[in-house]
């Protein structure tokens, strides 16, 4: 099992930057896949993005081009940095670990092994 916790949320106006981390502990953070979700109060948890074992990302189409998913190995970090905020952008934003070892595609709900606690972003218009 392993334990992340995110931090970096906050008040941003439209336009506007953030960059959250995740530090991931309790197993080889390098042999996993990790992303980030979002969920706004009523709706399911989105997928928003993913970063593989080898480092190959995804995105979803809302946030293609202004959202970048990294992942540093050395210190169990992965980064959401998220530029050209919008109002829609707003959400608790989670980490989450694959719960399978060397995964190379995208990463879904159900493949998600944990989570973190979330942390607030509200983006203002």
């Known amino acids: 099992q392993v334990h992340l916790v995110e931090s970096g949320g906050g008040l941003v106006q439209t336009g506007g930057s953030l960059r959250l981390p995740c530090e991931a502990s309790g197993r080889s953070f390098s042999m996993y896949a990790m992303g980030w979700f979002r969920q706004v109060p009523g709706k399911e948890r989105e997928f928003v993005a993913t970063?593989?074992?080898?480092?190959?990302?995804y995105y979803a189409d809302s946030v293609k081009g202004r959202f970048t998913i990294s992942r540093d190995n050395a210190k169990s970090t992965v980064y959401l940095q998220m530029t050209s905020l919008k109002p829609e952008d707003t959400a608790v934003y989670y980490c989450?670990?694959?719960?399978?070892?060397?995964?190379?595609?995208?990463?879904?709900?159900?493949?998600?092994?944990?989570w973190g606690q979330g942390t607030q972003v509200t983006v203002s218009s």
């Open positions: 970063i593989t074992y080898l480092a190959r990302t």
């Open positions: 989450a670990a694959d719960s399978r070892k060397y995964s190379g595609g995208t990463l879904e709900v159900t493949d998600v092994g944990s």
